[in-house]
């Protein structure tokens, strides 16, 4: 039968295992959150830019009802997913252009 010390290291092993599991898994949701919180952060930057100049706001009631508002929805939608791409690419492609360290 295994000694109390070995017993206890194995479990103190196993916690460990298992609060780093748990960090990663809180990580991934905070990345979430901030994405989400990016996207609320660009909503009040276009609702102040509206409220500083109007125009932008008319502008775009005009062009949805020359557009017609079911196209200007699917390129808002297609806006909404290339910025996206863009959000989750930038920090890969800022990686990638850093040189490596050994």
Not at 12 to 38: D, F, P
Not at 48 to 73: D, E, H, S, Y
């Amino acid at each position: 039968m295994p000694k109390l010390s070995q017993q206890l290291a194995e479990r103190r092993r196993q916690l460990l295992a298992q609060t780093q599991v748990q960090r990663e898994v809180i990580a991934g949701h905070g990345q979430q959150i901030r994405r989400s919180l990016q996207f609320a952060d660009l909503g009040l930057q276009v609702v102040k830019q509206i409220k500083k100049q109007p125009a932008l706001g008319i502008g775009f009631a005009v062009a949805t009802l020359i557009v017609k508002p079911r196209r200007m929805w699917r390129l808002l939608k297609t806006g909404l997913i290339a910025w996206n791409i863009w959000q989750n690419l930038a920090p890969v492609l800022k990686n990638s252009n850093q040189p490596k360290q050994d």
